[in-house]
């Protein structure tokens, strides 16, 4: 069983939609909580991160966290067609110094005009 | 650009082959991270630097895997005899140093990473 659980989908809803991405984990040492965003062919972006349970809202988006279920979620609100994208939740552990992430697998997410 | 580059952003070679890649993190960041991602997956962590010193490395890094940062600036990533399963998305990052005694942010900034393809 990995670590980082997430619905690959892929997903596609139309302009203007909630969308509603979603990861599970196994690992209790997990400290940080990010969101990433992959366009094709390149490097993955940080979008959010979050380190205790609860909401952080950043404009359009907001990332939930509960610790408890070991269950964290992605809300894209009036979703427009340039978030279309593959989306990573990733986890951090401490490393030497560091955190090293741990990814989940990636939904990829198409929105129509 | 200021932000992280990698080259070459494509390699294809044949099985049996060695290939290097190479890492130019951000300017006065001073922790680089190699990651590995195959197709319609996540990246996976493979190494990670702290200046010149690689204090970290994954299970996922074989014998035929190294990675040196020599003057803690860029750092290459070379894969001898190469498989076809080394074809993959071979991503690296980079974060600014941590405050001493606190646990870190630690974002890390992804560069656009080198596509392997092993023939």
């Known amino acids: 069983q990995k670590e980082v659980e997430q619905d690959p989908g892929p997903l596609s809803v139309p302009e203007g939609a909630i969308v509603s991405l979603n990861c599970t984990y196994s690992?209790?040492?997990?400290?940080?909580f990010m969101w990433y965003r992959q366009y094709s062919r390149k490097g993955p972006e940080l979008l959010m991160y979050?380190?205790?349970?609860g909401n952080k809202e950043d404009g359009r988006f907001t990332a939930q966290v509960d610790k408890s279920s070991k269950y964290i979620s992605l809300f894209i609100r009036d979703s427009q067609p340039s978030d279309s994208a593959t989306y990573l939740c990733a986890m951090s552990v401490r490393i030497q110094g560091a955190q090293k992430l741990v990814f989940g697998q990636g939904t990829r997410l198409t929105i129509n005009p | 650009d200021t932000g992280v580059s990698q080259n070459p952003r494509h390699k294809i070679t044949k099985r049996g082959q060695n290939v290097t890649f190479r890492c130019d993190p951000i300017s006065e960041h001073n922790r680089l991270y190699w990651y590995r991602q195959t197709l319609g997956q996540g990246p996976e962590f493979l190494t990670y630097f702290q200046n010149e010193a690689q204090l970290e490395k994954s299970r996922l890094l074989s014998d035929r895997f190294s990675a040196e940062r020599p003057k803690g600036s860029f750092s290459t990533l070379e894969i001898q005899r190469t498989e076809q399963g080394d074809s993959a998305m071979y991503l690296c990052?980079?974060?600014?140093?941590?405050?001493?005694?606190?646990?870190?942010?630690?974002?890390?900034?992804f560069g656009p990473g080198t596509r392997l393809t092993v023939l």
């Open positions: 979050t380190y205790s349970s």
């Open positions: 690992n209790s040492a997990f400290q940080y």
């Open positions: 990052a980079s974060s600014p140093p941590g405050l001493a005694g606190a646990t870190p942010t630690d974002t890390q900034y």
